[in-house]
């Protein structure tokens, strides 16, 4: 392991009782299978993390927005548990200087890993529950996860703002294919062009929209199709 633990322990805000789940938490599969450790990696952790993290995320959601249909809270939801989001907090807690890895795993670069790093966060999430509890799990979700309710409510503007991301985030929480965007016609002079562009989320749910760059007219492709996802979800 590169770093002192307790320097790890400082970044999260939480001190381990039992030693043992943080060093679980941070041991990949790769690691263990070199060591010969039956069970000894974070895959379980990781496992009991998704779902700890799924209930504090939700728990805290419907706290902060009373007034929000399942809809939006289902959006905000996924946008806070994704691997992009977990990743970017392991980022900052410079958690893949801290990973037990196998040798190959180190080779191919896996202390940089998004999916990894995302795991390894969830993993040290149940083992903060393991080890100190409920409220152990939901003061560090709290901190690094949610941040305070000013960043909470920024989450929320923005993905009801940029269509296209918030159109990403519903069509994933209603299980529907990635949208896509084809451009599909433009007219005028060069310095007046304006742009059609076709936004489809699989076979059923399409979109034309209409602006002055191809990004404004995918925004407003997305926006039509997001409130008519939104309609079905609420």
Same mark, same amino acid.
């Given at each position: 392991m590169r770093a002192d633990l307790e320097a790890l322990e400082a970044a999260l805000g939480y001190t381990f009782q039992n !030693?043992? %789940?943080? *060093?679980?938490?941070? =041991? @990949? =599969?790769?690691?263990?299978?070199?060591k010969n450790l039956p069970l000894g990696d974070n895959e379980q952790l990781e496992f009991l993390g998704d779902a700890v993290l799924g209930f504090?995320?939700?728990?805290h959601l419907i706290n902060r927005f009373p007034g929000y249909r399942e809809g939006r809270l289902? /959006?905000?939801?996924? %946008?806070? /548990?994704?691997?992009? @989001?977990l990743h970017e907090v392991a980022q900052r807690l410079e958690l893949g200087e801290y990973l037990r890895l196998g040798r190959g795993e180190e080779l191919s670069g896996g202390r940089v890993k998004r999916g990894l790093l995302a795991d390894a966060l969830?993993?040290?999430?149940?083992?903060q529950y393991l080890d100190g509890g409920l409220e152990a799990a939901r003061g560090f979700v709290? !901190? @690094?996860?949610?941040?305070?309710?000013s960043a909470i409510a920024g989450y929320a503007d923005s993905l009801f703002t940029n269509y296209k991301g918030a159109l990403q985030e519903v069509a994933r929480s209603l299980n529907l294919p990635a949208p896509?965007? &084809? *451009? &599909?016609?433009? +007219?005028?002079?060069? @310095?007046?062009? =304006? %742009?059609? &562009? #076709?936004?489809? &989320?699989?076979? #059923?749910?399409?979109?034309r929209g209409e602006g002055d760059s191809k990004k404004s007219a995918g925004q407003q492709a997305a +926006? *039509?199709?997001? $409130? +008519?996802?939104?309609? $079905?979800v609420e």
């Open positions: !030693r043992d %789940f943080l *060093v679980r938490a941070l =041991t @990949h =599969t790769s690691h263990a299978y070199e504090l995320v939700s728990e289902s /959006v905000l939801k996924n %946008f806070l /548990v994704s691997a992009s @989001h969830e993993a040290l999430i149940a083992g709290v !901190r @690094h996860i949610l941040g305070d309710a896509r965007y &084809v *451009v &599909v016609g433009e +007219q005028g002079p060069a @310095h007046a062009r =304006t %742009f059609r &562009v #076709e936004a489809r &989320v699989g076979e #059923e749910w399409v979109a +926006q *039509v199709i997001l $409130k +008519q996802l939104m309609a $079905k």
